[in-house]
Structure formats: C-alpha cells, structure tokens
C-alpha cells in the first residue's frame, strides 16, 4: 500500500500520559496534515505542513499539542498530559504540489484511535 | 466564518431508489466543495470535487451558489453505496487553498 500511513493504529493511554503518533505521507507529497474526528462528528483541522514548515494551527490545538515535521517527510503529533477529551480518532492526510499550487485534493490515511482512560 | 451543514445524520433507502445527501455551506468567499466517502472499515477517500465536474460511481453533485447548496444525488441507490458520505470545503486565498471543512457526516443505508 503506498497510500498515507499512520501507526499506531490504536492508542490506549491512562490521563496524564504522553502519546506520539506518526503520519508517512505519500511519497514526495508537499503538504500534511492533521485532523481530529471525534464521535458524530466531521474530521476537524488541527495542523499543517508545507515540508517542514508548519504553516497553520487551529485553535483546538492546545499547547498540549505539538506537530513536527522535521525533514519534510514524515510527521509526528504529540499530546502531553493527555486528557480524556482528547478521546478520538486523528487523521494524517497529504496533498502535493502542482506547477508551485497546492493541489486541493488530500488523501487520508486510515488514521490512529486513541482512548484514554 | 466557513461551516458546513449536513442536516441528515441518517438516510435510508430502498435499492433502486433517488438518493440526495444535503449539503449546506456558509464561506463570503470562492468556495471549493468536496464531497468524501467513508466505507466501512475503510479510510475516508474523495468521491467528488464540483470543479471537475464528474460523475463517480454514478453520483454527481452541483454547486449552487444562490442556494449556497452542493448536494449529492444519485439516480439509483446500490447496496454498496451503503457508507458514511461527509461534505467539505475548502476556501481560496492567496497562498493556496485553506484547510478542510468539514460537515459532520450524513450514513447513508441502501436497503436491499
């Protein structure tokens, strides 16, 4: 599969703990990013990257939060001190660039479930 | 503000029935819609874009920005049409493209 992929697949964590999950784009894919889906709900935007650059936040993420991606490949996002609220599924997706435009169209991975307990 | 509305969290329909998923959206904007498709088990993948203009899978969509509407029909439900369909936009501006917006998903059941 040389789609996006996301690892872990499942995350069961106790509150106050930290988690690292990461993203690998598809290969040569300019831009990642970051969404949270939580139950009932549509994906929502947290971050994203144009290479290594991170070019935008959303205010959901708290500064408990921190996105890197270091070499313009893969991505890895990091919650602190986890709370139950952050109880949900986080999705990577990645577009590229075409002629110097980000192309709108972005592909998802099949992203990672965390709990926390 | 972008926001996009999907008023039904569930449709059911008979196999071989008119299928139409509503979609609102509010953006001053040139909105860019999205229309994605979740089956189960599976990751969440783009069905259709208004600017290409195309029918996937039989579906089709128009953007009607008097009604600021982009729904989703499909003249003929099939069985595997059975998945959860989500809305999205995206708005235009200067340095690309803004990030998804997405509606919170309407599931759609084909009954047989």
């Known amino acids: 599969d040389t789609g996006v992929s996301q690892n872990p697949r499942h995350k069961i964590t106790k509150r106050g703990q930290n988690v690292t999950f990461r993203c690998d784009p598809i290969?040569?894919?300019?831009?990642l990013y970051w969404y949270r889906q939580t139950l009932g709900q549509g994906p929502e935007f947290l971050t994203y990257?144009?290479?290594?650059?991170?070019?935008?936040k959303s205010r959901l993420l708290s500064d408990r939060f921190s996105a890197e991606r270091p070499k313009g490949s893969f991505s890895t996002l990091e919650i602190q001190r986890t709370e139950q609220g952050d109880s949900a599924m986080y999705l990577c997706?990645?577009?590229?660039?075409?002629?110097?435009?980000?192309?709108?169209?972005?592909?998802f991975g099949p992203g990672t479930r965390l709990t926390v307990t | 503000a972008q926001r996009v509305t999907q008023p039904e969290k569930l449709l059911s329909v008979f196999k071989g029935a008119p299928v139409e998923l509503k979609c609102n959206y509010s953006?001053?904007?040139?909105?860019?819609l999205f229309w994605y498709v979740q089956y189960s088990r599976q990751r969440l993948q783009l069905l259709l874009r208004?600017?290409s203009r195309e029918s996937i899978k039989g579906f089709t969509a128009d953007l009607n920005k008097g009604e600021t509407s982009f729904h989703l029909k499909k003249p003929f439900a099939q069985e595997e049409d059975s998945a959860m369909y989500y809305c999205?936009?995206?708005?235009?501006?200067?340095?690309?493209?803004?990030?998804?917006?997405f509606g919170k998903g309407t599931r759609l059941s084909v009954i047989a």
């Open positions: 997706a990645s577009s590229a660039l075409r002629q110097g435009r980000p192309v709108i169209e972005q592909y």
């Open positions: 999205a936009l995206s708005g235009a501006r200067g340095s690309g493209n803004t990030p998804l917006v």
């Open positions: 290969s040569e894919h300019n831009r």
């Open positions: 953006y001053s904007g040139s909105p860019e």
């Open positions: 990257f144009q290479n290594e650059a991170q070019l935008e």
């Open positions: 208004h600017i």
